[in-house]
């Protein structure tokens, strides 16, 4: 008997489909069928050919492809016996619930105990579908690798597009051809990492940014993750996510795999960007007060790093103030004897060397000038030159003689002990301080990955987050080094780079803005030598790019110039005027027809308005600039256009555009097709577009 189901929203539908109860294929996933498509039909031609060379029926390419059915690829289970005997699985359909958008798939193995769940649910409102695999055994067995539901690639692609990156060099696309064979990333870091984001865009021949169809897939977990891209000898293609394998050291009876969120768009890669940026801002991150504009942020790490003094944090306090912040964040240093990275991890008291009254005089300052006050913290980690690992030096994970990373290594965060003493230092920090917001950082890679280290952590913030619902958590490792749904299911903000380098920054932002909105993306305005890079920016170019996300400031305030401190001010001005909607905005990556010239547009949620900004990030290789071709407008309609930063224009910009004097009225069908020509300009500049619709 062959059944099938299917899951729809506006845009698309995923059909699964199984024969005699064997393990479901998803047989069709693309633009939405007909209500009335006959789905047992599309089963039966959904059948690949049979012919010489390959066996008498072609193994399914199923949620969990099985070995015991030939399956000529990675399998999607591999789990052993307590003693190590390989179990050979062979599921058997014995329950399939459907409700409005949800479907799960309960199939058991009898002779090996085993029940396995594929659960799926589309989100009809933000076009995400999440998909999700658990198993259960009936003994203790161990798990070398689980994939969450595993996904046909489409065929009409040539090539597949994912995520490397390093500190300071977050989110570096990768464009691999499909060829016969696969595609294998793993991550055995323990953490999401800088080097492999677990994300995939397959975009279909000829999809571009704003057109063609695209299918995308995050999988949210912040332990290190295994991808599979891979093509078999008959052409198909599958793809798999799953934890890292081997993360799961001890037999259980019970697994579970984090969700895979997958997207297909038919209107290029910004579908798909927009429906994970939705779906991250609207579904997955809790906002302790939604209505709360997104605050300007002080950061205080490249200013002073851990030379804590407190008239000096005052002064620097006042003039980030003055600028427009309104929230101080005091970063590393305040706690232990933390005078330089090798120590006092760990220690999570107040310095009273550098605090002698403790916090308070700090925050009742920065409170004094409107700002609300948040601090850092590194929980997972502890150093051997600290008071706690001289006290319990079990506590950390790892060998006595393990590479130390910072000069640190990592709690083992699966111990009830570590987990309950963290807890407690952490929260008579927060009941002793009024704070609203925690920089969580997590500057390691783990000695080896592990499942529980991972849950570990999910755990203590789960309970810091319910016992003071009121503070926010921001996501920091290094910078990038843990940015995924799973940890943005607990946290705020993602500190998305430790380089404050705009020009750096654009680049980095255009990439992630295919998984992260503007609100949770944190960007700040640096110093003017930049730190990590040398570079020497302009503070306008510095502060625009900053503008694009969640603004905030990190450098000494006190290097300013009148001129700089002017720029500056006034650009968190624009920023704060916008932030109501721009924070609710879907950024779509423009395709810019000069590589030299990185572009988005952020479109209001009402299609009212939208700005672009069109940075420059080299210099071109023709003379005049190329117009540039907006998106998702009304052609209909009118656009009041205004280049509102066209006072920067420099002498070298000699000719009379309109736009360089006023305001034009220009119609979305000119927007999108023709597109805006923009004046000359230096590279690392920035234009800013403004469209109001009339
Ligand atoms: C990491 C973070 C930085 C800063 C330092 C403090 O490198 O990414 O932003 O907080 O730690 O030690």
Wanted: hydrophobic share 40%; with cysteine.
């Amino acid at each position: 008997m062959i059944q099938c189901w299917r899951l729809d929203d506006r845009r698309q539908t995923l059909v699964l489909g199984s024969h005699r109860d064997h393990l479901a294929e998803v047989i069709y996933w693309g633009p939405r069928l007909p209500d009335d498509e006959d789905l047992n039909t599309l089963f039966t031609v959904h059948a690949i050919d049979v012919t010489g060379g390959m066996l008498d029926l072609n193994p399914e390419l199923s949620v969990s492809p099985e070995a015991t059915r030939t399956f000529p690829g990675q399998p999607g289970l591999i789990v052993r016996a307590r003693d190590g005997t390989q179990l050979l699985t062979k599921f058997c359909l014995v329950k399939a619930n459907e409700e409005r958008g949800k479907l799960s798939l309960v199939y058991t193995d009898e002779n090996n105990g085993l029940t396995y769940t594929a659960r799926f649910a589309i989100n009809t409102r933000t076009h995400v579908i999440e998909a999700q695999a658990s198993l259960e055994a009936d003994q203790p067995v161990h798990l070398h690798w689980m994939s969450a539901p595993v996904i046909p690639a489409p065929q009409l692609s040539d090539e597949m597009i994912d995520f490397a990156g390093r500190w300071c060099g977050e989110f570096q696309l990768n464009r691999t051809a499909w060829s016969p064979g696969m595609r294998f990333r793993e991550n055995r870091t323990g953490r999401t990492g800088h080097e492999h984001f677990p994300g995939l865009i397959i975009p279909c021949r000829g999809a571009t940014n704003t057109q063609g169809h695209a299918y995308a897939f995050h999988y949210g977990w912040s332990g290190g993750h295994k991808m599979i891209a891979e093509e078999l000898p008959d052409g198909r293609r599958q793809i798999q996510f799953g934890h890292a394998e081997r993360m799961e050291v001890a037999p259980q009876t019970r697994f579970q795999t984090a969700p895979l969120y997958i997207t297909f768009s038919d209107d290029g890669l910004n579908g798909c960007a927009v429906a994970f940026q939705r779906h991250l801002r609207d579904e997955i991150v809790h906002m302790p007060d939604v209505a709360r504009p997104r605050p300007v942020h002080f950061n205080c790490w490249e200013a002073v790093y851990f030379d804590h003094n407190l008239p000096t944090l005052k002064e620097i306090a006042s003039r980030a103030a003055a600028l427009g912040a309104e929230r101080f964040v005091l970063d590393d240093g305040w706690f232990g004897r933390r005078d330089d990275d090798t120590r006092a991890l760990s220690d999570w008291e107040v310095d009273p060397r550098k605090y002698p009254d403790g916090l308070n005089p700090l925050i009742d300052h920065v409170h004094g000038l409107g700002m609300t006050f948040g601090l850092w913290f590194e929980p997972e980690m502890i150093n051997p030159d600290s008071d706690i690992h001289r006290a319990h030096p079990d506590w950390a994970l790892g060998g006595e003689d393990q590479i130390l990373g910072r000069n640190q290594k990592a709690l083992n965060m699966a111990l009830a002990e570590v987990q309950d003493f963290l807890f407690d230092r952490i929260a008579s920090v927060l009941r002793d301080h009024a704070i609203e917001y925690i920089k969580w950082d997590h500057n390691r890679v783990l000695p080896m990955p592990d499942a529980d280290q991972t849950r570990g952590s999910y755990a203590l913030m789960d309970r810091l987050r319910a016992e003071f619902p009121h503070v926010e958590i921001e996501s920091c490792a290094s910078g990038g080094g843990r940015i995924d749904f799973g940890i943005l299911k607990r946290t705020h903000r993602i500190w998305l780079s430790d380089s404050n380098d705009a020009l750096e920054r654009l680049k980095m932002q255009h990439n992630a803005a295919l998984f992260l909105p503007a609100a949770v993306t944190g960007s700040h305005v640096g110093p003017r030598k930049c730190h990590t890079s040398g570079r020497i920016l302009d503070m306008s170019f510095r502060a625009w790019v900053a503008a694009q996300r969640h603004m905030g400031i990190e450098m000494d305030p006190r290097e300013l110039t009148d001129d700089e401190a002017g720029t500056l001010e006034t650009v968190i001005g624009w920023w704060k005027e916008n932030r109501g909607w721009m924070m609710d905005a879907d950024i779509l990556r423009l395709e810019s027809p000069d590589p030299a010239v990185v572009a988005e547009q952020q479109l209001a949620a009402d299609h009212a308005r939208f700005v672009v900004f069109a940075g420059k990030a080299a210099t071109s290789s023709q003379i005049a600039p190329r117009p540039l071709r907006l998106t998702r407008l009304d052609p209909q309609a009118r656009y009041r256009v205004t280049l509102i930063n066209r006072d920067s224009a420099g002498s070298l910009s000699r000719g009379t555009q309109t736009l360089k004097s006023e305001s034009v009225d220009l119609s979305g069908t000119y927007l999108m097709n023709h597109g805006l020509t923009l004046p000359w300009s230096f590279p690392e500049t920035m234009w800013v577009i403004e469209g109001l619709r009339r």
